[in-house]
């Protein structure tokens, strides 16, 4: 795949430590935390524990 692998597809609103980004080969979402020098990663789950998965034409899952 050519180009970036990864989009940030959201923004929490005031809070600027939280993106949703969206991997453009699996179209799996993850939620990422940044504060300050520390942050974290996680896959966003939905109400059965599968990953949320976008359903957009360029993803290719």
């Known amino acids: 795949m050519k180009g970036k692998r990864f989009d940030i597809t959201e923004t929490e ?3 600027k430590g939280l993106y ?3 991997d453009k080969e699996t179209g ?3 939620l990422m935390a940044k504060f300050g ?3 974290g990663l996680c896959p966003l789950l ?3 524990g599968k990953p949320i998965i976008s359903r957009q034409q360029n993803y290719t899952a």
């Open 46 to 48: 939905d109400k059965d």
């Open 20 to 22: 949703v980004i969206v």
């Open 28 to 30: 799996v979402n993850y």
């Open 13 to 15: 609103g005031g809070v």
């Open 37 to 39: 020098i520390t942050g």
